[in-house]
């Protein structure tokens, strides 16, 4: 079974409007970590967020937030305010238990803002 | 802080030679770092965990001959791509951490691989 699941290969969303990037995830572990990466392509990794599975309140890092529903266990990056540079890949990723050895990427989804 | 960097950027080899690839961590000492390969508009699957000073761990189905990985400094991990083929081609990502981060991994900017 597919640890992360992405299921929009490609969105378009109109610049300053907000977009909602789906993740699910897969994991009996109590103890994980969900994160979101920006991959433009140059294809450096960039790291916009982090929940844990224990953090009660969603993440929120400026423009990006964090739709953490443990129990539809969805994990799910909300984009407010799109600008053009948000263009590019983005990967939802998981941490299972502590070890980082245990840490699976999502198929991704491109995302491309219309000006 | 947290930079880590990969050299080269751009490689292309011929078919039957080795390549080698270096990960660095410039201003952090890495105690744990991580090789990731990526091909063409596919996600990162996790290749090797590598701890300084000691053997790589590898992922299940990566061969551990043709793979080699190398962590001899809290700085600096090198993966060897061994009598590389084309379907080695790929874009190959590192990252590290250290004992102080509590759940982040930085990336390096990544090596793209050609074997022709």
Not at chain 1, 69 to 93: E, H, P, T
Not at chain 2, 77 to 103: G, K, M, N, Q
Request: proline letters at 3%; hydrophobic letters at 30%; aromatic letters at 12%.
């Amino acid at each position: 079974a597919q640890k992360i699941t992405q299921t929009q290969p490609g969105m378009f969303v109109q610049e300053k409007e907000a977009v909602t990037l789906d993740c699910t995830y897969d994991t009996s572990d109590q103890s994980y970590g969900l994160f979101w990466y920006k991959q433009p392509s140059s294809g450096e990794m960039i790291f916009l967020i982090y929940q844990g599975s224990y953090d009660e309140q969603n993440a929120t890092e400026g423009r990006y937030s964090l739709n953490f529903q443990k129990a539809r266990k969805s994990a799910n990056l909300v984009i407010s305010a799109s600008q053009l540079g948000d263009s590019a890949m983005y990967f939802c990723a998981m941490r299972e238990g502590e070890d980082f050895n245990k840490f699976y990427f999502g198929s991704g989804t491109k995302l491309n803002v219309k000006p | 802080g947290a930079v880590v960097s990969q050299h080269p950027s751009r490689v292309i080899c011929k078919s039957g030679t080795s390549v080698k690839i270096e990960c660095r961590s410039l201003d952090f000492q890495a105690t744990t770092m991580f090789w990731y390969r990526q091909f063409p508009k596919q996600s990162l699957m996790l290749m090797a965990t590598s701890n300084e000073g000691s053997k790589a761990t590898y992922e299940q189905g990566v061969e551990k001959d043709k793979f080699l990985i190398n962590h001899a400094s809290l700085t600096l991990s090198t993966l060897t791509v061994t009598s590389a083929h084309p379907e080695d081609s790929s874009f190959y990502i590192c990252s590290a951490r250290t004992s102080w981060t509590t759940y982040e991994q930085y990336f390096g900017p990544g090596t793209r691989l050609t074997v022709t």
